[in-house]
Structure formats: structure tokens, C-alpha cells
């Protein structure tokens, strides 16, 4: 099993930033790739963005140019800056792990993002 724990959500108006943190627990397995998704009050998980174990990200279209990806492989950690914030970004953000060897992603708790206009 992998656990993780997020860290870094809150209230911010809009065009600030914030930062989301999301470690993992050490496993047996071998992280494929580390991401984010977010869901809305009524509205189904959407994808944010997500970061390979060669580092290759990928992005929603709706964040691309005000959201960034990275990780500290150290850590099992992985990080989603939060620039130019919009109302609609409101939403949790759940990170998510995909593992070589393991039929499932593994999910966090989930953190709360608002952005107040």
C-alpha cells in the first residue's frame, strides 16, 4: 500500500498562488507517475496535470501556462504551483500515484482550494 498525504490548499483571491504538496509513503512499489486531479462542488474529477517518473508532464488545457509540475524524487514528493488563480479553480485536489505493478492509483484525502473573486 502507498499513502498519501497532501498539504497546501486554502483560501486565496484571484490572481494569487498557492502551492500543493503531495508525499508519498515509502512502498515496495515503483512510482510510473505522480499527479493531480481536482473536483468541483457538482461536477465530476477532472484531470490537472500529472509528472512522469522521466519527468514528463502534462497538463489540462484549462490550467496550462498558470499551473507547474515538479518533484523532488527524494522525497516521494510532488509539488503543483499555482499561479494566476481563477474562481473556477475552486475545487479539492486529490493527488494521485500510478506504480509499476499495481492494478490501481493510489489517492490522497484531498485538499481544498478556493479562490474568492
Known amino acids: 500500500q502507498v499513502q498519501l498525504v ?3 490548499g486554502g483560501l486565496v483571491q484571484a490572481g494569487g498562488s ?3 504538496s503531495c508525499a508519498a509513503s515509502r512502498s515496495r ?3 510510473r507517475s505522480m499527479g493531480w486531479y481536482r473536483q468541483a462542488p457538482g461536477k465530476q474529477r477532472e484531470f490537472v496535470s500529472s509528472i512522469t517518473s522521466r519527468g514528463g508532464t502534462t497538463y489540462a ?9 515538479s518533484r523532488a524524487d ?7 504551483q ?9 475545487a479539492v485536489y486529490y493527488c ?3 506504480a509499476f505493478g ?9 485538499t481544498q482550494v478556493t479562490v474568492s473573486s
Do not use: H, M
Request: no cysteine; hydrophobic share 35%; aromatic share 14%.
Open 18 to 20: 498557492l502551492r500543493l
Open 6 to 8: 497532501e498539504s497546501g
Open 74 to 80: 527524494a522525497k516521494n514528493t510532488v509539488y503543483l
Open 96 to 98: 494521485y500515484l500510478d
Open 29 to 31: 512499489f515503483t512510482i
Open 61 to 69: 488545457d484549462s490550467v496550462k501556462g498558470r499551473f507547474t509540475i
Open 102 to 110: 499495481s492494478t490501481n492509483d493510489f489517492w490522497g484525502q484531498g
Open 82 to 90: 499555482l499561479d494566476s488563480l481563477k474562481p473556477e479553480d475552486t
